[in-house]
């Protein structure tokens, strides 16, 4: 941190502690013609006047801490006044002109940073509301147009918010890749991976026994590769999941994100395929004429409470795509039990909906898609990780809570008992 940066953190939390010390009243005396005036062009005319009008009385009050009452000579004073030069505060993501009363040291003759003035014009107040309304499609180009709303307001340019929105944006990616992640107990995990403007993009996307979700990690890879998504649960578990605690894994079939799984939780990771992403398989092999009678039967199948009724609903298909289609039996078989998880872990109906597949984590995904339509040119380095994250980020605060979360301890109980007779069953094949 450089010496100006120091002065100035000093200078707030001496301000900090003056004001609790001393805790002065701040009065402000406006001409009641002026208030009817300021209200002739509106209530945020008159709100912008009120705020400066504040701020100039605190920072005055901070003046009076360092150098003393105006016009009273005092020996003792280790500083003195040095007029006034035009300055700025931020409010509601908008800069707006104030003067700034200076300080001088009586010693070394430097100036010293007001720390009322610091804290009104720190920039990641800007930073955080420039952040929040590009989240909401504001581009660059129109904030200007929305956030003109006191008079004399400036800052609010095109140039002045991309480089506001890129600090922010950095903070959220750093944000989302170190957060700590061991006080989440997860029950399941969602990993899927989509092409993003050209780049490909993994995600993990927890989910709670208490029902809450929460996006885990991020990662930018060539393709959608085992050691990208190796990379990516090497950085869980950095960060606090315990791979040895048994959980659901929901993935789409990529056998990368499988084998990765594999390699990090070993016999503690149940597999669950996305019966939305398989069904997709099948059918994408079938005439247009045949697909939706097959779309039917598997719907139905996966809707079945039974794993044994799921299972032979499933087998029968099997047999009837032989005869018609071999593509389409072969793509209905592979990994076929393995779309049944959730079946045989007896979890029931509601909760099955959503964690049989991976439209939790692609749901995100759109949000993602949306917000970086405004994008019109992107660049190298961290542009799309950037805006990613920060997407990510913002879908994350607008996450409901599972439907049926109720219903989460039987899922876990069933987990565990399961994930035990495999265990017995490996020890026994050992032995044998």
Known sequence: MKRYQIDRERAVRNFEQQAIEKNPPVQMIIPLAEVVGQLQNGMKQLIGTLLQTAMQETMQQEVKFLVGERSRPDQQRNAYRWGSEQGYCVVQGQKLHMGRPRVVDKRTHREL????????????????????????????????????????????????????????????????????????????????????????????????????????????????????????????????????????????????????????????????????????????????????????????????????????????????????????????????????????????????????????IESAFSIVERICANVKHWSGGDHRLRWVASSLLYAESRFRRLQYYQQIPFFIKELELLTLRRGLKAKQAGVA
């Not at 804290?119 to 955080?128: N, P, S, W």
């Not at 581009?139 to 609010?156: D, H």
């Not at 593509?327 to 209905?332: E, K, R, T, W, Y």
Request: hydrophobic share 40%.
């Open 113 to 360: 940073p007001l720390g009322s003035y610091e804290l009104f014009q720190r920039a990641c107040l800007m930073e955080d509301a420039v952040w929040a309304k590009m989240m909401r499609q504001v581009t660059t180009r129109k904030y200007s147009e929305l956030l003109q709303q006191f008079a004399e307001t400036y800052g609010v340019k095109k140039s002045a918010i991309s480089e506001h929105f890129i600090a922010c944006s950095r903070q959220k990616l750093q944000q989302l890749l170190t957060r700590p992640l061991e006080k989440l107990d997860l029950c399941a995990v969602f990993l899927d991976g989509t092409i993003f403007q050209s780049e490909h993009l993994i995600v993990a996307l927890g989910v709670t026994t208490s029902g809450h979700k929460a996006v885990l990690g991020l990662r930018q890879g060539a393709s959608e590769n085992a050691e990208v998504v190796k990379s990516l649960l090497s950085d869980l578990q950095q960060r606090g999941v315990d791979f040895n605690v048994p959980r659901l894994y929901v993935l789409d079939g990529s056998k990368a994100l499988r084998r990765a799984v594999l390699q990090q939780a070993g016999e503690a990771a149940l597999f669950q395929r996305c019966q939305v992403h398989k069904i997709r398989n099948v059918i994408a092999h079938l005439p247009e004429g045949y697909n939706y009678a097959v779309k039917a039967r598997m719907q139905a199948a996966y809707g079945c409470s039974e794993h044994g009724e799921g299972t032979t609903a499933l087998q029968r298909l099997h047999r009837e795509l032989q005869e018609r289609n071999p593509c389409a039996a072969d793509s209905l078989e592979e990994g076929l039990e393995e779309t049944l998880t959730v079946h045989r872990l007896r979890m029931p109906a509601k909760l099955r909906r959503t964690m049989s597949n991976t439209n939790v």
